[in-house]
């Protein structure tokens, strides 16, 4: 396995990343114009003591990625914290290490590492309470055979798109998930 500090130097800064995205960028910043941190001064100064990175495993056409970096890029920038994009389809080495249940190359990812690049903490792709809202919209998908199906799936992340891009519940819901997975995280210092 490739040491971690070697992934995030290799990764794109926020700036970098948002440059070069081609697709839901207008979404990820209105996102990240909308969503506003929870008063939480103590958590941001443990988190800030801590002096965790982040690499995040993505790509710009993801819905997920659309809602949920935003919502890291808050916490991460309240809490100094540094983060790297690193893009699944050209790093699958990084991304196969991270699958979820296994098997998927689901994004996006978040590895928090500290300054030695060892994994203190993971999350990704989805909030609980997202993945309930997805799995809902997909129940009423027909099957993959039936000739409506790519409508419906169409139109099912057309409404996906807007409720990420539009649901403060959701984005609150990834802070609250991310919050929780940190504060679990014991410093090395």
Known sequence: ?????EWFDKGLTAEAYKDQMESHKENM????EQFTLPEDETFFEKLKEQQLRAIVITEDWCGDAMMNN?????LAERSGMDVRFVLRDSNLELMDQYLTNGK???IPIFIFIDQNGKELAKWGPRAKKVQAFVDEARSSLPAKEDPAFKGGQQLMIKQLTAAYTEREDFWNEVYHELKDQLTMVKSAN
Do not use: F, G, H
């Open 1 to 5: 396995m490739t040491n971690l500090n």
């Open 29 to 32: 910043e209105s996102v990240y």
């Open 70 to 74: 935003p919502v890291l890029l808050k």
């Open 104 to 106: 998927s190359r689901a």
